[in-house]
């Protein structure tokens, strides 16, 4: 289908833009001004919130930078896979301190990574 190709690089560029914005938060910000959306990281040495916020922004361009250049795509399903693993993570940390309500982003994250891995991969999962 046509249209399901576009519809898949939006989904791309959705995820790269939320990781980005939260990639950003924590390499930017100090410890306190998170907390209140991320309680987590009153309980993760800081050095560790800033190396996951780097991750996720070096993820987020390598998820549609590969891609839109046509250089090196396999990085880009390789950022999908690492935004499986660290939602995968995320999940089971959430769940390890009670939180289970707030597991419902992570799920969606975990989703999101996956059709955005296919699209680079060449399987047009929302097509399907």
């Known amino acids: 289908m046509p249209g399901t190709r576009g519809c898949s690089w939006i989904i791309a560029g959705l995820l790269a833009a939320f990781y980005l914005y939260a990639g950003g938060r924590k390499v930017a910000q100090s410890k ?14 800081m050095g560790a919130v800033r190396a996951i916020g780097t991750i996720e922004i070096l993820g987020a361009a ?3 930078l590969p891609p839109l250049t046509g250089t090196a795509p396999a990085l880009a399903i390789l950022a999908a896979l690492g935004f499986l693993v660290l939602q995968i993570l995320a999940t089971a940390l959430h769940l390890s301190r009670g939180e289970v309500q707030e597991t419902g982003l992570n799920v969606t994250l975990v989703a999101l990574a996956g059709v955005a891995g296919g699209r680079v991969a060449g399987h047009d999962v929302v097509s399907r």
Do not use: H, R
């Open 32 to 45: 306190e001004q998170p907390a209140p959306m991320m309680g987590w990281v009153d309980t993760v040495p």
């Open 62 to 64: 390598a998820l549609v």
